[in-house]
């Protein structure tokens, strides 16, 4: 069998099993002997990975592979230690400042690079709250080997016990909690390799040199448990989805670039856990409290997030106190945020919003800076698919529909199959309306309670939504102890047994 050595402008490439791409002239240009090509057999994307990223990833893996493999000669009582260590070093004021110095840097480069920063300051309240997740870590009663369920037979026995998955790929945007978060894979005794964006990439080095390695040192666990693939190319998560070694792929951020990530995973044989797209739904029922719904919106809106309300459904019967209710609210979440609030109106509903609200110009605070720009203005149907990636400035989209049940066949055909909230007082009204929605995550107030730390108490490796397909056997939250697998073992007591 031959291997790829050079690639040549406008070669032939078939993807899908009946389809053809070309190679450009850049791709040939920059593919030298010694690199890769993925194919993404979704779409045809051509994925040029340099031999210096995939001998990096390479070398990660086998780590992490060697540090599972170790594992087994290491105590619970040291990853327990490892977690409290972990903790305590972020805690600790001195070890924090450069982590707190090279976080800076990150911020500084991405906002001159006209990017999003929400997501990527680590201030004390992020701080906060890897602390915490961490504790959780520490404190959670799980083993790596534990029984579920023992099967009794005449003569033996079948019993069922939780154990490692193994070598757990990640690949997530500049969030520098994320890090620490899933290192909770580590509580089931699996080990895990990360790639995080560039935005983060310094504050991750920092992580890793002042508080993660020193805390598995401690601990006495293998060094290569964690590892994180310090690179700012995308080229090293194309390559480290498409380790084979993996047992567990999980991609967390939104769009594009985590869909054909997800794509090389499967197509690699990887399992993969996909947690992109996000934007949240609020509907509004016949009966809803119109104080409710302003409090609602505003509580929803308090930062741009995946759980973030990004669409307001509301009946055409209430829209004469609610659409001012939804108003008054998203004045209230941008003042909140220090700046002004954006509305998107789908076009048939822009009769019930005042007309001033599209005359109105705002300051609108975006990553790239101010613009200036209408209050409110028209947007297609289609486009309810869209998901708002504000800065500062609250985003949503209002939609006036018939009733309910169009508003869940708008939500059903348009949202990600996320978050969804039915503002109502009738009991009978959120039963059906829980029954209709297609989404894992329902209730009946603000968005943002959706969080795996925040609501259950675990820190979360992700959220998923049903955009791909349901969930086998979990639910939409991966969190540290969903990663495992489970091992049967068998007891014979009557050895003249046999089928």
Not at 83 to 98: E, K, N, Q, S, T
Not at 100 to 116: E, I, P
Not at 462 to 476: E, V
Request: glycine share 10%; charged share 20%.
């Amino acid at each position: 069998m031959s291997r790829l050595t050079e690639l040549t402008a406008g070669q032939p490439i078939i993807f899908g099993g009946d389809r053809v791409t070309h190679v450009s002239n850049e791709l040939a240009a920059a593919f030298v002997d010694g690199d890769r090509l993925v194919v993404v057999q979704a779409d045809g994307a051509l994925l040029h990975i340099p031999a210096a990223e995939h001998q990096l990833v390479e070398a990660a893996v086998g780590r992490a592979a060697r540090g599972f493999a170790q594992l087994s000669d290491s105590s619970d009582a040291q990853i327990t230690h490892f977690f409290d260590r972990f903790a305590d070093l972020l805690g600790d004021d001195a070890v924090f400042a450069p982590i707190a110095k090279a976080n800076a840097g990150d911020v500084d480069a991405t906002r001159k690079r006209g990017r999003s920063t929400t997501r990527l300051v680590l201030g004390e309240s992020m701080r906060t709250d890897m602390i915490d997740g961490l504790r959780v870590w520490r404190d959670a009663t799980m083993g790596r080997d534990v029984a579920l369920h023992t099967v009794e037979h005449d003569g033996w026995s079948v019993e069922a016990r939780r154990a490692p998955l193994g070598v757990v790929g990640f690949v997530f945007e500049g969030r520098p909690n994320v890090f620490a978060d899933a290192c909770g894979v580590v509580r089931t005794g699996n080990s895990v390799v990360f790639r995080i964006g560039s935005d983060a990439l310094g504050t991750a080095r920092a992580i890793v040199q002042h508080a993660l390695e020193p805390a598995l040192d401690e601990a006495g666990l293998p060094s290569g448990l964690v590892q994180l693939v310090d690179s700012a190319a995308h080229a090293a998560g194309h390559a480290l989805f498409s380790d084979q070694r993996l047992a567990l792929a999980v991609a967390r951020g939104s769009g594009p670039a985590v869909a054909q990530l997800g794509a090389v995973a499967a197509q690699s044989g990887v399992p993969v856990s996909l947690h992109g797209t996000g934007g949240a739904w609020v509907v509004a029922g016949e009966s809803a409290d119109a104080a409710q719904l302003t409090a609602v919106v505003t509580h929803s809106l308090d930062r741009k997030v995946c759980n973030t309300l990004n669409v307001c459904a509301i009946p055409a019967s209430r829209a004469g106190d609610l659409v001012p209710a939804l108003l008054a609210g998203l004045e209230l979440a941008g003042a909140a945020c220090g700046a002004s609030a954006r509305l998107h109106v789908v076009v048939g509903s822009e009769a019930h919003v005042p007309s001033e609200c599209f005359e109105r110009r705002v300051a609108i605070e975006r990553a790239d800076g101010s613009y200036d720009e209408p209050f409110a203005s028209t947007l297609q149907e289609a486009e309810l698919a869209t998901e708002w990636e504000w800065e500062n400035s609250p985003e949503v989209t209002l939609v006036v529909v018939n009733d309910v049940s169009a508003a869940v066949e708008l939500c059903n055909n348009y949202s990600p199959h996320f978050a969804v909230s039915m503002i109502s007082n009738d009991p009978t009204e959120h039963d059906d309306f829980y029954a209709a929605v297609d989404a894992p995550f329902v209730g009946n107030g603000f968005t943002r309670w959706v969080d795996g730390q925040y609501a259950l108490n675990k820190p979360e490796l992700g959220l998923s939504n049903w955009q791909g397909g349901r969930m086998l056997g979990r639910g939409a939250i991966l969190s540290g102890d969903s990663v495992h697998t489970v091992r049967y073992r068998a007891t014979v007591n009557d050895h003249t047994t046999h089928r």
